[in-house]
């Protein structure tokens, strides 16, 4: 369940092309709705 994921976690289909490890890779993020500024580096506690 969506309530179970945690920071470092990777969700993914183990029976449907499931996630493998990467050395790196580039991602596109939206963000809909946050309280604050984000800046470079920022993680949420």
Do not use: C, M, W
């Amino acid at each position: 369940s969506v309530k179970e994921l945690r920071r470092g976690y990777v969700a993914g289909d183990s029976k449907n092309n499931p996630p493998k490890g990467a050395a790196d890779f580039t991602a596109q993020v939206i963000v809909l709705n946050h309280p604050g500024q984000i800046s470079n580096g920022y993680t949420p506690v």
